[in-house]
Nanobody, 126 residues
Framework: QVQLVESGGALVQAGGSLRLSCAAS????????MGWYRQAPGQQRELVAA???????RYEESVKGRFTISRDNRQNSVDLAMHSLKPEDTAVYYC????????????????????WGPGTEVTVSS
């Protein structure tokens, strides 16, 4: 049974930092690229960062240089370190697989699982 449990969200001021964590179970974690998705109020969910099983990373343009994704295949966990946070980063953040993390259209080709965890809420105040 697949489980994804996100944590670490909080209310922070603009310019602040947060570290999100995701604990995964129920599937072959090390064999899958993982990603962090976010859904802002009234917006569609979008993929912002991905990491392959062997550590290759991809970032959406708006978070490049500010967010860092990492994973621990022994712990079946994936983290997202977020710095220089902006009000537009406000969203609920979710982790999930990323099917084609190395593809040119990696965001559109992500094909996450239909199962989603509860997410963790990040609010950045101006």
């Amino acid at each position: 049974q697949v489980q994804l449990v996100e944590s670490g969200g909080a209310l922070v001021q603009a310019g602040g930092s947060l570290r999100l964590s995701c604990a995964a179970s129920g599937f072959m974690f090390g064999n899958n690229a993982m990603g962090w998705y976010r859904q802002a109020p009234g917006q569609q969910r979008e993929l912002v960062a991905a990491i392959t099983g062997d550590g290759i990373t991809r970032y959406e343009e708006s978070v490049k240089g500010r967010f860092t994704i990492s994973r621990d295949n022994r712990q079946n966990s994936v983290d997202l370190a977020m710095h220089s946070l902006k009000p537009e980063d406000t969203a609920v953040y979710y982790c999930n697989i990323v099917l084609h993390a190395l593809a040119p259209d990696w965001k559109r080709a992500a094909r996450p699982l239909t199962y989603w965890g509860p997410g963790t809420e990040v609010t950045v105040s101006s």
